[in-house]
């Protein structure tokens, strides 16, 4: 019974992305270079990005080991892959990207705290308590070999992407200036693509419920923000690529 309602959370909450995705879409949400005064009060941006991430590396780890499971095998590689993406994100990233002098609203970081806790607590409590342990078996099961390709693969993306756009800041004046190299030749955010990748192949790496929720929330969330983002570098550059895409190459 306890499995079937927790079956049912992870449905609804599947629905609700699905249902805020269209909503997402006219949508900007204000905060980095979209940033309004009208949304209340801020935090300073590092700040704001430790506070909303740290929970999905808290919550996942505490409801993975709180847990009446004597073994849990192949799950310990999900909690690892899991625990370097946040790690990295809450305590890592904020530290590397040049945020003085930005802030992040208050409400977005809160709604960012609500939407880590929730997928954290999903996924934890799946592989520390309804299925700790995969056979043996699982490590060469195709939905594992190219999950984690995909996961790494998505990783990679991701951390490139970042680490051009933190140089690009180094010279300009403003903070903003046209990406170039990389996917950015294709897409205005490939560190978004990339990161789609990563949640898409540790869905596919832990056939879970929880997992697949997780990504159709990254989809949601980060597919709206990539393309704010490049109708703002559109409208800021007048040299920008007509050729490239928001977050798809070719598609998107």
Same mark, same amino acid.
């Given at each position: ?13 599947i629905a609700f992305a699905l249902i805020l995705f269209p909503i997402l879409l006219k949508t900007t949400v ?64 904020? $530290? ?7 802030? !992040?609203?208050?409400?977005? !970081? ?14 934890? $409590? ?17 939905? $594992? ?59 596919? !790496? ?7 929720? $997780? ?38």
């Open positions: 019974m306890e499995n079937n309602r927790f079956e049912l959370f992870n449905v609804i909450w204000p905060y980095g270079r979209h940033t309004q005064k009208d949304w209340g009060m801020t935090v300073p941006n590092r700040l704001g990005w430790i506070i909303m991430e740290l929970p999905a590396l808290l919550i996942f780890a505490y409801f993975f080991c709180n847990s009446s499971a004597t073994e849990r095998g192949i799950s310990w590689i999900f909690l690892l892959l899991w625990g370097f993406h946040y790690l990295n994100r809450s305590l890592i990233f904020p $530290f590397r990207i040049r945020t003085t002098g930005k802030a !992040m609203p208050v409400v977005i !970081m809160t709604l960012a705290i609500f939407f880590n806790l929730v997928n954290g607590y999903l996924n934890g $409590f799946y592989l520390g308590n309804v299925k700790p342990l995969y056979p043996t078996s699982w490590l060469w099961d195709i939905r $594992f070999i190219l999950g984690i390709i995909l996961f790494i693969g998505g990783l990679v993306i991701n951390w490139l992407s970042d680490k051009i756009l933190i140089e690009l800041r180094k010279d300009s004046r403003n903070g903003y200036s046209i990406p170039r190299g990389f996917l950015f030749n294709y897409i205005s955010c490939p560190n978004f693509f990339g990161e789609i990748i990563e949640w898409t192949g540790f869905a596919l !790496m832990t056939w879970s419920l929880p997992a697949f929720a $997780f990504a159709v929330w990254s989809f949601t969330n980060l597919v709206p923000r990539a393309l704010d983002h490049h109708r703002w570098y559109h409208r800021t550059f007048e040299t920008y690529p007509k050729s490239r895409k928001a977050i798809i190459p070719y598609i998107l």
